[in-house]
């Protein structure tokens, strides 16, 4: 079953602040609802479909009670920092099957302000593998070193290379006046940056911080009645 044309992006939300220690996650996704939702000219009592990742195994059960909501589909599937890209699939999946008409994607993080960061390592080992890598205190971005050495190895990718990554994606952010930080840089400035864990210098790490996003998708035949052209 095919899925063009059913559903459409009716409105979305990026949260303004990078840091907010005074803030929950849940007040994050909840003030990201409104500004989607607002967006969109619809209200909380019209989501029916409620989509979410990162706030633990119950956590978008959870998500729903704090926001009042009983909707008729959820979803919380996770593959990372991409989840909520796939969700927006997902969503549209949902409402071409009738599952639901009006669904809501939300993402809220206090990482950057929270005692202990995202992928600082710490954590218990959930995966059979992980018995042999936790006793040597592996972090996400060593995880991630480990995976550029071996894409070095392989495919003679160079440092300058994984580099322009970083500066390209640094570009796109002073597009973005709610961006983290705007001011270029060159790949000289991110191999002159320290090294965090070889390959990977600071500069080529993805930076954390607070935020958090919606975005609402409607039914093709919903979204055309709205305040917004649809995408």
């Known amino acids: 079953m095919s899925i063009k044309g059913k559903a459409a992006v009716a409105g979305v939300y990026e949260h303004p602040l990078r ?25 909380l009592k019209d989501v029916d479909g409620l989509f979410t990742s990162g706030v633990g195994p119950m956590g978008v059960v959870s998500l729903a009670e704090h926001l009042n909501l009983y909707p008729d589909y959820l979803d919380s599937n ?15 999946a949902a409402i071409a099957a009738g599952y639901c008409n009006v669904a ?33 205190g592996p972090t996400t ?15 003679g990718t160079t440092s300058e290379q994984l580099a322009e990554i970083a500066v ?11 961006a983290k930080f705007h001011d270029p840089i060159t790949v000289e400035d991110v191999l002159a940056s320290r090294v965090v864990s070889s390959p990977l210098h600071l500069l080529d790490c993805c930076m954390i911080s607070d935020g958090g996003g919606a975005v609402v998708v409607t039914s093709a035949e919903r979204a055309r009645d709205l305040k917004k052209k649809p995408v």
């Open 141 to 155: 971005v060593g995880d991630y070193a480990l995976v550029a050495q071996r894409h070095m190895y392989e495919f």
């Open 78 to 92: 996770s593959i990372g920092g991409s989840s909520f890209v796939s969700h927006t699939g997902h969503a549209a």
């Open 104 to 136: 809501l994607i939300l993402y809220g993080s206090t990482a950057s302000s929270d005692r202990f960061a995202i992928g600082t390592g710490g954590g218990g080992s959930f995966d059979p593998p992980e018995q042999f890598e936790s006793c040597y």
């Open 19 to 43: 840091w907010a220690p005074h803030k929950t996650q849940y007040q994050i996704m909840a003030e990201s609802a409104r500004g989607a939702l607002a967006d969109a000219g619809l209200s």
């Open 168 to 178: 390209t994606i640094r570009r796109h952010a002073s597009l973005n006046p709610l």
